[in-house]
């Protein structure tokens, strides 16, 4: 079926009418055990992660020098993929604390790189005992990575993310650590827009409240992966393993954030089985719409790693049999009882797509030409046809913040087409279809570059005052986000266009449509996993001016242990 030089896949097809286990995160036990399942594609021994922890254990003695020096990053290169269906999680413990790092080296040398503070280390104390519970910051910052959520499902989410996580130590400890880097964030943001202002209203430099955060976000780090072997419920272990996801992909860089989400698999896989169902209809409930991050987290790291199937499978695929004409296939997702943004400003539908795309590419060098081509076409159809729903009167007010809602969901739909054309169609940049995608994706994006984008009403409006950087970090009440000084939804907005951004890098040929990819992709944000996307988008344009032609840029990645991921 493909052009020869590209890697055969040794996915079997599953059977279309038979379904997997419903995923459920209130009932697991429900699910059967992942070694009932002969078919299972995760290459893992998920019943034992005793060689795991062993190899974990020895990672900690690294940890002794972080509060000494934690301003230390690994630097270099863009570094090992992880390419998660074939790891073994006994090499998994390096890639976990990041001492090993994104980029293959020791994180104890260099300083370039990382999003670090911009002083030397603070000489105040760290408080070693466990946090007793988790600051309404933590709130804050999840009102932000659930943007994408409509409300009030997100107000849900987000309480029944900070209930969750105040049960268990694994889930304390890793919310003060993303709390502390958040903290971090805001003031080396507030830095920057107030430069003449070195020190704040206590005296304290900013430069040492900076390095202070750090070594407290460090330290709550290293004891969240102390608890990684504590039993407790799946749902906490996921809203951990996204916080602790996040935390790597700020500090260590791509490979990290994915040998996380590696981890995530194992727990998902013991517990509900190999790839159980997950309904997206369902998405109103919190539980779901937690399951539904992760798969959505899943897919956008399939995108980037051939051969990689989805965590989750989906009823209702583009290219599956329809429940309502068995002899058609499905080919609408627009038609979605929840036609909503699910993460990232993916909206459902095109989830659907991609996961169809993903699945697809692995299984289609056992089925026949002719099946591929339908079931292709069938995604394609339904990429084409894909319409985003009516706005709701709230989204209205705030044109600006809708402008760019509407925006983004476009750049996602050229850029799941040129995802389909990749990875099914194997077709090169200058297939008409894919140039044609990646123009309209780097002509919609370039209107929202900095400085040429208007700033959203709810972005002018927020609070400019920062929290102190000694803060206790274990305020007892939860409040709403929107009561927080740190409450901003604006500020990481343009993480939600970072793969449509990387996907038409991956096609642009001339100067300047690289310059306004690589542009788009550095206003995503400062942590560490973005300026690997960018150098894994500069060696694939590398590759291509040598050769003269373009290339399979995921088998050029995977080949040279290149990673890139996405928040």
Known sequence: M????????????PDLATCAPLASLYNPAASPP???NPAATLALETNDLSQFFQSLDAEFANWDGIEADPLSSPVGPAGPAANLPDASIASLGADLDGTNGANGMDGRNGNAGRLASDGPPSAVPIDDSEPTSVHQDYNTFNNGFFRSLPKPLRDIVVQKVHNVVTTTDLGRNAAMAIVMLYRLRIQQQQRQQDSSDPTSADGTSNVEQQAHLLAQSNHYFQRALEHLQTPIPLEAKMIAMLDLQTFQ???FGAAAANAMLLLGEVWINEALGSQP??????????????????????????ISIPGRRTIFSFPDLPGDPSNDT???VVSDVSTHKLNVDTHLGLPLGLLLCVAATTNLSCDMEALPDELVRVKADAIEAAIRGWRPPPPLPHELADPVSFHDKASTAEMWRYATLVFLYQAVHRRGPLNRAIREASQQI????????QP???IPSSHRAAPSAPPSAAASPSSAAPSSPHDSPLYDDYLSAP???AVPWLLAGTCALTPSDRALCRQGMLECGKQLAYQDDVAALERVWEVVDEQGWGVDWRTLLQSEGRSVAFL
């Open 2 to 13: 493909s052009p020869s030089g590209y890697p055969a896949s040794t996915s079997a097809q």
């Open 34 to 36: 992942s070694f009932a």
């Open 249 to 251: 992909f700020d500090q």
């Open 277 to 302: 169902t997950l309904d997206l209809s369902a998405m109103r409930d919190p539980a779901n719409a937690l399951l539904t991050a992760i798969a959505c987290t899943d897919c956008l790291c399939c």
């Open 326 to 328: 068995p002899s058609a």
């Open 442 to 449: 780097i002509s919609i994006g370039s209107r929202m570059l």
């Open 452 to 454: 040429n984008r208007p």
């Open 495 to 497: 993480s939600t266009r």
